[in-house]
DNA sequence: CGTTCTGTTGAGTCACCTCAAGCAGTGTGG
DNA sequence: CCACACTGCTTGAGGTGACTCAACAGAACG
């Protein structure tokens, strides 16, 4: 895909824990992540957090309406990022189709995460995490054994799925105490079971 | 605005409770709600279910991504809505443009909703759901003693907010107590201290 | 004037938070 | 090479805010 590559602008990269924009910054880009993770986050006042994603390649961050970041952005991993003006939007209609779908996805996952704030107890919630992060790595993904990287740290978990860091830390031993995964060290996830991983998420067994 | 009218379609009115929709259902077409209120809402497995947002005039509900719509769409009261088919939105340039500006805007609201769902207590969610009615009926909202309408159920509201009926119903009768507001009947707010129902709801004074 | 549905109120429970201590990994300077 | 500090993670103990269950009150409806 050559082609979006120019459209969107030369890849640049950003080390670890990296801003990319800071919320209230004037939004003239939209970004692209063509490499590593990003994460996208709110504060309020007394510097409570939410984490509202972790984009992976492929995915656009930075999409706002007001010409106004509401909320800011910064590298979890190294990352390679493109950008592109929101003025060159205007003008190709081609790219713009294309960040419509992908803004009615982002809609979609942030009702997602919704669902898991407020429907779920905070073992489905962190099982959740882990069954997302899965599937995004591997398309087959009824595979056991499979590892995945947790890149962030418990504390970056905790303020996404609204939970402590304390209570982030008991549900993953909790889940290995199950058997359905394994942590062969603090920022990696081996999926023992991952139909049992995405029946406690409570999801159906089904991909 | 007859222009947009003729863009979007004739108005057809639908009584209160009435589905526009269902989760599931494949999506053909987008929707404006052109008077009255319309929520969207999300069902687990369980019957739980995550009321996603109410929507008044000028909003648009339905943008799916995949051609299946992901949210189900009822009526709270009688209400006014036009749709256009998304077909119709690869032709239309504009509206495509337009669309894509409320697009962006319902992930910033679904991004406050997901603060308020995490990093609040149940009283400051209340609260928060008060000032974000009165702040949709008037702009000038500093006005203290304006009467907001809850169409809406207890429940309905609680579903949005991630608590139990019995919780909304006990904060809103705090908030009566603290002289914040009052409730003429179940379906009426009066708000009597605005300043102060936004300091409550976790929110700076000005707006 | 029952019947049903929604909203309110009370009592008790529990899941998660908070606070606090301990631990492991990493880096730093003597 | 080894104390030392520092940061991030884990584990324990105790508190609490919202939920659940249950009873009641009031409105809507036939």
Redesign the pocket.
Known sequence: MPQEVDKLGTVRVYPDKTPVYHQGDTATRIFRVNSGVVMTFRMLEDSQRQITGFCTEGEFFGLSPNGEHMDGAITVTSAGIQSVSIAALETDSDLRTRILNHSWRKIEDAQNLMMTLTK??????VAAFLVMLAERKARRSEDDGIEVRLP?????I?DYL????????????DLKSLGLIG?PD??TAKINQFAGLRRCAGLSAAH
């Open positions: 779920t107890s905070s073992e489905a919630r962030m740290s418990r504390l970056d905790a609204g939970l402590s860091r304390e209570t982030v830390s008991r549900r993953l031993n942590l603090t920022h």
